[in-house]
């Protein structure tokens, strides 16, 4: 074991990177770093970088701005201070991160940071290094496994990636060409882990992957299982409450995952379904494989299998020849499933990709006048949505403590936060809690008698 050393990571974008920020962390651990909130007395800053618009781009050279004046402030206290740039940036621009701010010592790919001890000894001995080549092992085949500490300090709701990269090609998107083709990890492996964090305390597990409903990863009987077969293997893991996963595909909805729907308490009322457009022509452009009639179809099959299901989207708006005809298909889509929630954004030309070729590119300012427009209407969805809960009982999964006294914060069973009076000795229960005012993204409760009747969308606890 070599001496104590600070390790600070910093998140971009989607939950992947979230996952992934934490096992760079477990990964290092044996080799003698310890995780800090701060990057000022950290030895190694590792930024985990998304790509997906260039927005996300532009943030992170202003952070390496920052951390680079921290570098050269431990410099003049006679520390060394490295920076490492992971994640979809780091696989996407390479070497043109250094060429660009040659304060960064690292730049790895989303698929090697399995390598990081052995990279950071490199770059120790004085190398400046591009590691972003796809590798021919699995690094989760790699990866340290978290301790039990680390697991705890993250709380009792856990991401598990089950399944990385994407076959889909959308026309707008980076993800296939910075995450690579689509793998699935084994079911037994994600059941270890999965365990493993259950018997640290976790009693929600969110399994990630770009294109999670996508899974095709080995069974314990050789073959390949689904995502649905995978939920059904996993409700089984004793302490495990709740289960949720995203970000689906349309396409890739399966019989057996909407089954699981209807069938498994612990799996939450609750779907992510990005859709981007309600214009066919849209869809067509933007390579989705899907009418806005299949979708609408989807939505449907799993409503008949569980009518109190929640959905939540992903809209582009702006997409390259998009009218104001298919602006509205957009917005009537949205009143006709009703979303309880859902991301907006204006299209971002990403370089290499098809769309950031097509014309005509709409006008920025008009797609900012649509998105504002689009804003507006998800936020009246969203109140609704709330509202509908005031004076109903929901499943609450107790987290953490509140900011007032004697307060604690959940998550009911459609991922809104939960405000509620409960002493702090609850927290891992799903109890039952009555709402009783809203805010837009907050709802506020107080646990209901146990009177036994069953509150709206049993966890299964
Ligand atoms: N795999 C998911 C799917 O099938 O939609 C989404 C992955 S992506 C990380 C998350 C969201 O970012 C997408 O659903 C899309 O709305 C948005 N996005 C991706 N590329 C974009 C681009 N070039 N411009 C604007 N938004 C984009
Ligand atoms: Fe990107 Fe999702 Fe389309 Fe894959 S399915 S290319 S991740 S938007």
Not at 8 to 28: E, I, P
Not at 336 to 358: D, I, K, L, Q
Request: proline share 5%; net charge neutral.
């Amino acid at each position: 074991m070599s001496r104590p050393r600070k390790v600070h990571v910093k998140s971009f974008g989607c939950q992947m990177n979230v996952y992934d920020s934490n096992r760079m962390a477990d990964t290092l651990a044996p080799a003698g770093f310890t995780e800090t909130a701060r990057a000022d007395d950290a030895d190694l800053v590792i930024l985990n970088t998304c790509h997906i618009r260039e927005k996300a781009g532009d943030k992170v050279y202003s952070e390496i701005g920052r951390i680079r004046m921290l570098k050269d402030a431990a410099e003049l206290q006679g520390r060394r201070m490295l920076i490492a740039v992971a994640g979809c940036m780091a696989q996407a621009e390479g070497e043109e991160i250094i060429r660009r701010a040659g304060a960064v010592d690292l730049v790895v790919g989303s698929q090697n940071y399995h390598r990081l001890p052995d990279l950071i000894a490199r770059v120790q001995a004085g190398e400046q290094i591009v590691d972003t080549e796809f590798p021919v092992e699995d690094k989760f085949d790699v990866l340290a496994a978290p301790a039990r500490d680390a697991i705890v300090k993250r709380g009792i709701s856990a991401f598990v990636t089950v399944q990385e990269g994407c076959d889909k090609f959308c026309t707008f998107c980076v993800v296939p060409y910075t995450r690579g083709a689509e793998v699935s990890r084994a079911v037994e492996k994600i059941a270890a882990e999965v365990k493993r964090l259950a018997a640290a305390g976790v009693r929600e597990v969110t399994l990630i992957g770009q294109n999670v409903n996508a899974y095709h990863g080995q069974g314990p009987d050789g073959r390949p299982w689904t995502l649905g077969q995978l939920l059904y293997r996993l409700a089984d893991v004793p302490g495990i409450a709740r289960l949720r996963y995203t970000t689906s595909h349309p396409r890739d909805m399966s019989d057996d995952l909407i089954a699981a729907h209807g069938e498994l308490p612990a799996l939450m009322p609750y779907v992510h379904l990005p859709v981007q457009s309600g214009s066919d022509r849209m869809l067509a452009a933007m390579n989705r494989r899907h009418t806005r009639k299949d979708y609408l179809d989807v939505i449907a099959r799993l409503r008949a299998g569980r009518a109190d299901l929640a959905f939540t989207s992903d809209f582009i708006v702006g997409f390259p020849g998009e009218t104001e005809a298919d602006f509205r298909d957009t917005l009537a889509l949205l009143d006709e499933v009703g979303f309880a929630c859902a991301y907006s954004f204006t299209y971002s030309p990403r370089p290499g990709t098809p769309a950031a070729e097509m014309e005509p590119q709409v006008p920025q300012a008009e797609s900012a006048d649509r998105l504002q427009r689009l804003q507006a209407e998800i936020t009246r969805l969203q109140r609704a949505f709330n509202a509908n809960l005031v004076g109903r009982t929901v499943d609450v999964l107790l987290e953490k403590p509140g900011k007032l006294p004697g307060q604690l914060v959940g998550r009911s069973p459609y991922l809104q936060t939960v405000h509620v009076m409960a002493p702090v000795a609850l927290i891992g229960s799903v109890l039952p809690v009555t709402i009783t005012n809203i805010g837009t993204n907050t709802l506020f409760g107080r646990l209901a008698e146990h009177t036994g009747t069953p509150a709206l969308a049993t966890a299964g606890a």
